[in-house]
C-alpha cells in the first residue's frame, strides 16, 4: 500500500503509471523487468524485449502471441530467449503448424522457429572445433606470425571470421546456462573457451590491421554504448581504426612501423595500397590496373616463396611510392600540366595500342592530342549544378 501510494503521487493515476512502465520498458533502460498477468499480449511492440518467463498455461493462439513478444530484430539482440516454467513450448510445433497465417510455410522451417538452448550448447564444443580447425595446417599453434599469414588467402580470413563469430556467440549463450556454469566438470572447459575466445578475437583484430579488411563493430556498439553512457564523459571523438592512408606519408609510416616483423609490415603496405587502388580504379582505370598486378605478383610471389620477406617489403614499398607519388612519370609534357588529361590519356593509350597497332611515339602523340582534347571540351561545355 505504502509503495502504491508513492506510485500514484508520482504518475498521477494507475492508467498513467502503467504507460510510463511500459515506455520505459520500450524505449529507455528502467525498468528491466515487467511482471504481468493476462496483459500485453497484443498490441505491445518492445522489440528490444530480449527474454520471456511463461508461467502461466496458455495455448495455440494465445501461446504464439506471447512467445512473438520477443521475436523481434533490434540491435545486438540474436535471438529471444523463453524460460518455459510450465513446459508449454513442447506443443509450440503443433500451434505453429495448425495457425492458418503459417498456412503458406513448410512444416520442416516452423519447427525450427524454436530451439531449444540445450541445442545450443550441445553445439559450442564443435564450434570451437571448427575456428581452431581452420589452423590445422599450421604446426606451432603458439606462433603468432604463423598464424597471421596462413590467413592471408580473403577466402579463409573471411571462414575465419565467420566461425569466430558462431564459436562467440555459442559460448555467449552457454555462459547464461546455469546449469553448464555450475556443472564443476565445466570448469575447466569454460577456462579453455575463454583463454581461445580471447586469443582469437586478438588474433582477429591483427590480421583485419595486417591485410586492411573492413571492420565490422556491431557486435560491440550496444555494449560499448551502455558502458560510454554509464561511466564516461567525452569531449572529442577520436578514430583509432581509421583505414591506413598510403597519401598520408607521416600517418602511413607511423602505421607500418607497429608492425612486428617484415613481412607483416609489408602486407600492411600491399593491403592498404590494394584498398586504395580499388577505391579509386574509375580515376585512373589503366594505370590502377597495371599497379594492381604488380601488387598482386608480389603477394603471390611472396606467398611462393620466390621473394624473401626483405624483397617483398621492398617491392610493395616501391610500388606505394609509385601510386602515391610518381603516378605521372610516363605523361607526356602537354598533359603532365593537365593533371585531369592523364586518366584519359592512358585510356586512349590503351585503346590505339591495342586496336590500331600504331607505332608507340605515334601512339602517344595522338593519345596525348586526345586527351587534351576530352578536356577542353568538358570544360567548356560543363554546367555547375
Do not use: C
Amino acid at each position: 500500500i505504502t509503495f502504491w501510494k508513492q506510485m500514484m503521487a508520482r504518475h498521477g493515476d494507475a492508467q498513467k503509471y502503467e504507460e510510463n512502465l511500459i515506455t520505459g520498458f520500450t524505449k529507455r533502460d528502467e525498468p528491466e523487468l515487467l511482471i504481468v498477468v493476462d496483459k500485453l499480449l497484443t498490441g505491445f511492440d518492445a522489440p528490444r524485449a530480449g527474454v520471456l518467463y511463461i508461467a502461466k498455461s496458455m495455448q495455440d493462439h494465445a501461446l504464439l502471441q506471447a512467445i512473438a513478444r520477443v521475436n523481434r530484430i533490434y540491435e545486438e539482440k540474436e535471438f529471444g530467449l523463453i524460460v518455459d516454467y510450465r513446459g508449454l513450448l513442447g506443443a509450440l510445433d503443433k500451434a505453429l503448424t495448425d495457425y492458418s497465417a503459417f498456412a503458406g510455410y513448410e512444416e520442416a522451417d516452423l519447427q525450427d522457429a524454436v530451439m531449444p538452448i540445450a541445442k545450443e550448447v550441445d553445439e559450442l564444443p564443435p564450434a570451437h572445433d571448427d575456428v581452431l580447425g581452420v589452423f590445422k595446417q599450421v604446426a606451432n599453434k603458439l606462433d603468432v606470425e604463423a598464424l597471421e599469414r596462413h590467413l592471408a588467402d580473403e577466402d579463409l580470413r573471411m571462414d575465419f571470421y565467420e566461425k569466430l563469430a558462431t564459436f562467440g556467440r555459442k559460448l555467449k549463450v552457454a555462459l547464461s546456462v546455469s546449469d553448464f556454469v555450475n556443472e564443476p566438470r565445466n570448469e575447466t572447459r569454460i577456462g579453455v573457451y575463454e583463454r581461445d575466445l580471447k586469443r582469437l578475437r586478438k588474433l582477429r583484430e591483427a590480421v583485419r590491421r595486417r591485410y586492411q579488411d573492413a571492420i565490422d563493430f556491431s557486435e560491440y556498439g550496444g555494449k560499448i554504448r551502455k558502458l560510454l553512457d554509464a561511466h564516461i564523459s567525452a569531449h572529442q571523438v577520436l578514430s583509432l581504426t581509421a583505414p591506413v592512408n598510403i597519401f598520408d606519408d607521416d600517418q602511413f609510416k607511423a602505421a607500418v612501423a607497429e608492425q612486428g616483423t617484415p613481412a607483416s609490415k609489408a602486407d600492411l603496405i600491399a593491403h592498404a595500397t590494394k584498398r586504395t587502388i580499388v577505391e579509386r580504379m574509375d580515376e585512373d582505370p589503366v594505370l590502377f590496373e597495371r599497379f594492381s598486378r604488380l601488387i598482386q605478383k608480389a603477394i603471390d610471389d611472396f606467398k611462393a616463396q620466390r621473394l624473401s620477406e626483405l624483397g617483398y617489403l621492398a617491392e610493395v614499398t616501391k610500388i606505394r611510392e609509385a601510386v602515391a607519388h610518381g603516378r605521372g612519370d610516363d605523361l607526356p609534357e602537354g598533359v603532365r600540366a593537365e593533371p585531369q588529361a592523364a586518366a584519359f590519356y592512358r585510356i586512349g593509350l590503351d585503346a590505339l595500342g591495342k586496336a590500331a597497332k600504331l607505332p608507340p611515339k605515334l601512339a602517344a602523340e595522338l593519345a596525348g592530342a586526345l586527351a587534351l582534347h576530352v578536356v577542353e571540351t568538358v570544360r567548356r561545355h560543363r554546367i555547375v549544378d
